[in-house]
């Protein structure tokens, strides 16, 4: 009598049931793997447009302190033509109330009118 061979059926199921786990595991694995490559994608353009708004925030901070430097001078300089404008102011009338020039007349001489 001849034994006979164990059927490979009885032995291919455990196989193809540890196989069709095997492939389902790597599906799931490729699905996270896809899942955390698109996050990261997504991270790294977050990064890009911190990144970014940081540059702009350093580049306004920059804009801002010259045009307040620039601010400053221009107040110094407007502060130095009130002074000199009111100086000369000064020295005008002088000017008029040394020369005996009555009040109508110095207007005259400083309106322009000719006649």
Request: net charge negative; no cysteine; aromatic share 0%.
């Amino acid at each position: 009598m001849s034994a006979t061979p164990p059927s490979d059926k009885s032995d291919a199921d455990p196989l193809e049931h540890a196989e069709a786990r095997l492939l389902a595991a790597i599906d799931a694995v490729e699905n996270r793997l896809g899942q955390l490559a698109s996050r990261m994608g997504e991270a790294e353009g977050d990064a890009r447009a911190a990144r970014h708004a940081d540059e702009d925030r350093s580049r306004l901070a920059g804009q801002l302190d010259s045009a307040r430097a620039s601010e400053a001078e221009l107040a110094e300089a407007a502060g130095e033509a009130s002074a000199a404008l009111a100086q000369a102011v000064a020295e005008l009338k002088s000017a008029v109330s040394g020369s005996g020039l009555a009040g109508n007349d110095a207007r005259d001489l400083f309106s322009g009118d000719k006649g």
